[in-house]
T-cell receptor, first 111, second 118 residues
Framework: KQEVTQIPAALSVPEGENLVLNCSFT??????LQWFRQDPGKGLTSLLL?????REQTSGRLNASLDKSSGRSTLYIAASQPGDSATYLC??????????FGQGTELSVKP | DAGVIQSPRHEVTEMGQEVTLRCKPI?????LFWYRQTMMRGLELLIY????????DSGMPEDRFSAKMPNASFSTLKIQPSEPRDSAVYFC????????????????FGEGSRLTVL
């Protein structure tokens, strides 16, 4: 059974810092991996999608990497801003269409 | 595009009542997912459809829950009878998946329906 874990559960950093969020999964047979952002009371917004054949994806200040063999993905946020404060979730896509979510990392960026 | 549209945004009902949540996926998407989110359990996949056909409903908690997708532009999630433990935010999401059901594209979420059962 695929399990997705995100560490840490919560993170607080001062504005301007570079930071890394971690996601690990137990079964390397994944189809893709997606990172989402969720603001309080809102739905999830897709940030980056990495197909299983890819190693990383970049969008602006965000960079996500994928290492299937070790069952890990990281989301790197450069020069963090208060507007980056949100919960970040990773989800692994399985063959057949299921998407399994981690519990998320709640990020707070202090001005 | 208007994105994934869910209704109602908020629903407060009494135990035993029937609840129907509605979802309109993004036009052209062929995969639709229903998720439930609670503080205790996080995001749980309830059921998903590919080309209007239910592929996996193993996440549906009980027979009180049912979901339908009569056409490519509409889906419902029904709870009958509702119970206080059903209180949660229910999300609908859609994507452009492969014909075989594999997930190839990004998943787009609606704003959710917050259900409170008293």
């Amino acid at each position: 059974k695929q399990e997705v874990t995100q560490i840490p559960a919560a993170l607080s950093v001062p504005e301007g810092e570079n930071l890394v969020l971690n996601c690990s999964f137990t079964d390397s047979a994944i189809y893709n991996l997606q990172w989402f952002r969720q603001d309080p009371g809102k739905g999830l917004t897709s940030l980056l999608l990495i197909q299983s054949s890819q190693r990383e994806q970049t969008s602006g200040r965000l960079n996500a990497s994928l290492d299937k063999s070790s069952g890990r993905s990281t989301l790197y946020i450069a020069a963090s801003q208060p507007g980056d404060s949100a919960t970040y979730l990773c989800a692994v896509g399985l063959v057949g269409g299921k998407l399994i979510f981690g519990q998320g990392t709640e990020l707070s960026v202090k001005p | 595009d208007a994105g994934v549209i869910q209704s109602p945004r908020h629903e407060v009902t009494e135990m035993g009542q029937e609840v129907t949540l509605r979802c309109k996926p993004i036009s052209g998407h062929n995969s639709l997912f229903w998720y439930r989110q609670t503080m205790m359990r996080g995001l749980e996949l309830l059921i998903y459809f590919n080309n209007n056909v239910p592929i996996d409903d193993s996440g549906m908690p009980e027979d009180r829950f049912s979901a339908k997708m009569p056409n490519a532009s509409f889906s419902t999630l029904k709870i009958q009878p509702s119970e206080p433990r059903d209180s949660a935010v229910y999300f609908c999401a859609s994507s452009l998946g492969a014909r075989t059901g594999g997930l190839t594209g990004e998943l787009f979420f609606g704003e959710g329906s917050r259900l409170t059962v008293l």
